[in-house]
């Protein structure tokens, strides 16, 4: 472990990175960056390979290898290197991956056979070759987290870039302040997006549209987004992200006899001052699902303190559950400034109605609404084609075929609104109970983590994933931006450490 050179390597790439999506440097010179990347991954130690592409998750960029092919991202030649590290040394020694790995594989399966009714084969291929991709370096996460000191070392990794795309978000909305409309568009999709995912993704948000604004009427506001493509991946990963965040600001508090006023009024890790600015950057994302899957998230947060206590669950652990689904009152309370910064004057425009983030909150029961029609019409058309397609929908990526929409369009983003739906969708009604029994078997694993882990910081993380990983999924019911490649592997990452955790209970799982 040289977590010295690991530091440096670091703050060297994000120089790089900074000058490169500002356009201080040329993009070729993401060259130079790759090749420094890998000849570090390939010497230092797995586990600092490992902790450092974590911690490096949202400032991955494109490699523009020709002027048509510019948005091959460097985490897929990395993540694969860090895989092949793992996975050598094994081939000639059985190693096991849990009982989580049968609805997994047989979500494969189904995904590999959906090919079959796909209009466009290639485009399935490339979709699976995706998610394998995204998945390798949970393999290893999960292999490394097995030990307590490299899974908590990850979990301390995890809260950077979190802390890191949060910051970003604000240094976004303060450019509201100083530039108009145009020049925002110039200055974040023609050249930080453009740098950043190559210019297909450019023309997207150009031309095809993005989810980086609210309208009403004239008057428009930003939905804040940072390094991320939409507004939506966006909160999806600094929410993964807090569970890390709350193990490193409480864990002083381990060995500690503990009541709900004594950790009010008892400072915990600075760290903690992290959670209502994440909030806030999330409320200010205005994806009115991460709003209402908050609900959700709340009231799951009560059944699991009935559950706590019907199982008997020790109360130092009951105590710090409550302690942090009580920050969900804040999460709350910061409407209340989240609401005069939307009705600011920005992109140089006067506003003349100061509630239009109120607005856009009601707006989410409103049925009449033209984005919650859409959706509503989008629903429709998944179920008529999930009844016509029951085994192996309609192909994996080649959803906008259910909605009788160019191929070439999955890469704008249609989709079902609805992860689960889509899932289906694409890949039939068992793919998507294969996709449940696996989510059921993590909630369950978490829980069980939370209950039995000797160690306080793991303990403190599962009780918080308790809480935004079912945040997450809750959202998913609404969008399918889980899928963006950034958020899946902050869920990857998180799920791995999850069920790498071995547990003094009658299964170990």
């Known amino acids: 472990m040289n977590n010295k050179l690991l530091n440096w390597v670091f703050v060297g790439q994000l120089v790089l990175f900074g000058l490169i999506i500002t356009g201080i440097l040329p993009r070729e010179t993401v060259f130079f960056l790759v090749a420094g990347l890998v000849v570090y991954i390939l010497f230092a130690s797995l586990e600092d390979a490992t902790v450092f592409f974590v911690r490096s998750i949202p400032f991955f960029i494109a490699i523009p290898i020709t002027a048509t092919f510019d948005n091959f991202n460097i985490w897929r030649?990395?993540?694969?290197?860090?895989?092949?590290?793992?996975?050598?040394?094994?081939?000639?020694?059985?190693?096991?991956?849990?009982?989580?790995?049968?609805?997994?594989?047989?979500?494969?399966?189904?995904?590999?056979?959906?090919?079959?009714?796909?209009?466009?084969?290639?485009?399935?291929?490339?979709?699976?070759?995706?998610?394998?991709?995204?998945?390798?370096?949970?393999?290893?996460?999960?292999?490394?987290?097995?030990?307590?000191?490299?899974?908590?070392?990850?979990?301390?990794?995890?809260?950077?870039?979190?802390?890191?795309?949060?910051?970003?978000?604000?240094?976004?909305?303060?450019?509201?302040?100083?530039?108009?409309?145009?020049?925002?568009?110039?200055?974040w999709a023609g050249k930080i997006q453009f740098n950043q995912f190559g210019s297909a993704w450019s023309y997207i948000v150009y031309n095809l549209g993005n989810t980086w604004y609210a309208y009403y009427g004239e008057q428009i506001s930003l939905r804040m987004f940072s390094l991320f493509p939409d507004s939506h991946s966006f909160p999806q990963f600094i929410l993964l992200g807090l569970p890390a965040i709350f193990a490193l600001a409480l864990r002083k508090f381990e060995g500690v006899s503990l009541n709900l006023k004594k950790l009010y009024r008892t400072r915990t890790g600075l760290i903690i001052i992290w959670v209502p600015i994440v909030f806030l950057a999330a409320i200010l994302s205005g994806t009115r699902g991460i709003w209402l899957a908050s609900l959700g998230a709340a009231g799951l947060g009560f059944i699991m303190m009935a559950l706590f206590k019907k199982a008997g669950v020790q109360e130092n652990r009951k105590i710090i559950f409550k302690y942090v689904l009580s920050y969900l009152v804040l999460f709350f309370l910061l409407f209340s400034i989240a609401l005069p910064l939307n009705a600011s004057p920005q992109f140089l425009l006067y506003k003349q109605d100061a509630a239009l983030l109120a607005k856009r909150v009601r707006s989410i029961i409103n049925f009449g609404e033209t984005s919650n029609k859409e959706r509503i019409r989008i629903y429709k058309l998944t179920l008529v084609s999930i009844y016509k397609n029951p085994l192996l929908g309609v192909g994996i990526g080649n959803f906008p075929v259910v909605l009788n929409q160019d191929l070439a369009l999955a890469k704008a983003g249609s989709s079902a609104h609805n992860i689960y739906l889509q899932v289906a969708a694409e890949m039939g009604i068992l793919a998507l109970i294969f996709s449940l029994w696996f989510l059921w078997l993590l909630m369950r694993k978490i829980y069980r983590n939370f209950v039995y882990s000797k160690d306080w910081e793991i303990t403190i993380y599962n009780g918080a994933s308790l809480i935004f990983v079912s945040w997450v999924l809750i959202y998913s019911l609404t969008d399918v931006a889980l899928f963006d490649e950034r958020a899946f592997l902050m869920f990857v990452a998180t799920i791995s450490l999850i069920l790498a955790i071995k547990n003094p209970d009658n299964t170990g799982y």
């Open 77 to 187: 030649i990395l993540s694969a290197i860090i895989f092949l590290r793992w996975i050598w040394p094994k081939i000639t020694n059985k190693f096991q991956i849990s009982n989580f790995k049968i609805p997994l594989f047989l979500l494969l399966i189904f995904a590999v056979l959906s090919i079959i009714p796909a209009p466009d084969k290639i485009l399935a291929i490339k979709r699976i070759i995706y998610f394998l991709n995204l998945s390798l370096i949970g393999l290893v996460i999960y292999d490394l987290a097995q030990n307590e000191r490299s899974a908590k070392r990850l979990i301390k990794n995890i809260s950077i870039p979190v802390i890191a795309v949060t910051l970003v978000g604000f240094i976004q909305l303060g450019s509201t302040y100083i530039m108009d409309i145009y020049q925002f568009m110039d200055f």
